[in-house]
């Protein structure tokens, strides 16, 4: 294995002198410009690593989706692989607490809630373990039909998760029986791989469909209580699966056609929406909304209020993750992977300053814990960095 290596990009650019000197000449100064501060960015270096599996070198561009999850009372990181194999490591050595065989490949985060981990597989099985041992925590999985690839979500003692068959399944999360599901038309002609996961919001559940249809469902009984068409003026590939988002009171979601949507979540009404097309799933800070575009293989930054761009930053190869934000007193910074590397760029305004890049390849994204940067390679090797 190459280990990962990293890139420091120059910072000190010639022509942001030059800018400066002439704005200041101009009484640039006066007109409220200001040159930004370019202060040092977080040093992210290796603190150890762990292999999942063994992958042959001669596997053809393997994937590995599943984005890695902390469990603070553990202490602990949880990771599935496409070898179907669940793990808990501890966080801050990587020694191996346990690891338990699945029905199938995991292809999505998993789960935990009241100290059980949940994970649902590619062969639409999902299954419960006791997050301190990994001891099986229901007497038998939870079968049907699609695969998972987005994490459950967890509330009153329900489970609910999605799956690609347009479908979302409400679970008790003791036992793991079903309790409803409701699904929408599926033309898989015209769809996208993978869908949006399932987000809690007061007494409903909320989550997007292949149609373009973002619905709110009672956590109880499953009827629905709203649903907004986020699908554009597109007929087909108008998936509304990035994972939605609610902060302080207002719904971030995404469609592939229809762009970017700030809603109220209690009726669905849009209150603002920037139109794009191949965005992820929103990051939201207190004053912005940052996702990647795979069509435009960019980064942008939106504003809260209205939704407007603030800036765009392009990924020169590949298609780049779900971007997490690391909070910081200068605007904070993004992080994210675009197939061959993990990409750290200013939140403030979208410089590019440090890349880990590595033969392995990245397609999940990163997760942060405290001081520490989690991200697993294509060919299943979990990687710890801290942050400095």
Not at 48 to 76: G, H, K, S
Not at 347 to 365: C, I, K, P, V, W
Request: charged residues 20%; aromatic residues 8%.
């Amino acid at each position: 294995m190459i280990a990962p290596r990293t890139e420091r990009v120059g910072r000190h650019a010639p022509w942001l002198l030059v800018l400066a000197l002439v704005m200041a000449m101009c009484g640039g100064e006066r007109r409220g410009f200001k040159v930004p501060a370019l202060e040092r960015a977080p040093r992210i270096v290796p603190k150890w690593q762990q292999p999942l599996q063994n992958n042959p070198i001669i596997t053809y561009r393997p994937r590995e989706t599943a984005a890695p999850v902390i469990d603070r009372a553990q202490n602990a990181v949880i990771v599935g692989s496409n070898a179907g194999v669940l793990h808990s490591f501890d966080l801050e050595s990587g020694a191996l607490r346990w690891r338990q065989q699945v029905s199938g490949p995991i292809w999505a985060p998993a789960l935990v809630a009241a100290g059980t981990v949940y994970v649902g597989t590619a062969d639409g099985t999902v299954e419960a373990f006791e997050a301190r041992t990994g001891e099986p925590a229901w007497d038998e999985p939870y079968r049907t039909t699609g695969a998972v690839w987005a994490a459950p979500a967890f509330a009153g003692g329900r489970l609910f998760v999605t799956f690609d068959t347009n479908e979302l399944h409400a679970l008790d999360a003791e036992v793991g029986t079903l309790l409803w599901r409701r699904s929408r038309e599926h033309l898989t002609a015209f769809t996208l791989t993978g869908h949006a996961a399932p987000l809690v919001w007061r007494d409903t559940v909320i989550t997007g469909f292949s149609d373009g249809m973002l619905t709110a469902f009672r956590l109880e009984d499953g009827s629905p209580t709203w649903h907004q068409n986020l699908s554009g003026e597109l007929s087909r590939f108008v998936d509304a699966d990035g994972d939605p988002v609610i902060d302080d009171g207002v719904l971030y979601a995404t469609s592939n056609a229809g762009g970017v949507f700030a809603l109220d979540p209690d009726n669905g009404e849009i209150l603002w929406n920037h139109r794009v097309s191949g965005a992820s799933s929103p990051t939201v800070t207190a004053r912005h909304v940052y996702v990647t575009l795979s069509d435009a293989r960019e980064l942008r930054s939106l504003s809260r209020d209205d939704g407007r761009l603030v800036w765009q930053s392009g990924v020169h190869r590949g298609t780049p993750s779900t971007p997490v934000f690391l909070n910081a007193p200068d605007g904070g910074y993004l992080l994210f992977s675009n197939t061959y590397s993990v990409l750290l760029v200013s939140g403030g305004d979208g410089r590019h300053l440090e890349r880990l890049t590595s033969a392995e390849g990245f397609t999940a994204r990163p997760t942060l814990a405290p001081g520490m940067v989690l991200q697993l390679s294509n060919r299943g090797h979990l990687h710890a960095w801290e942050i400095y």
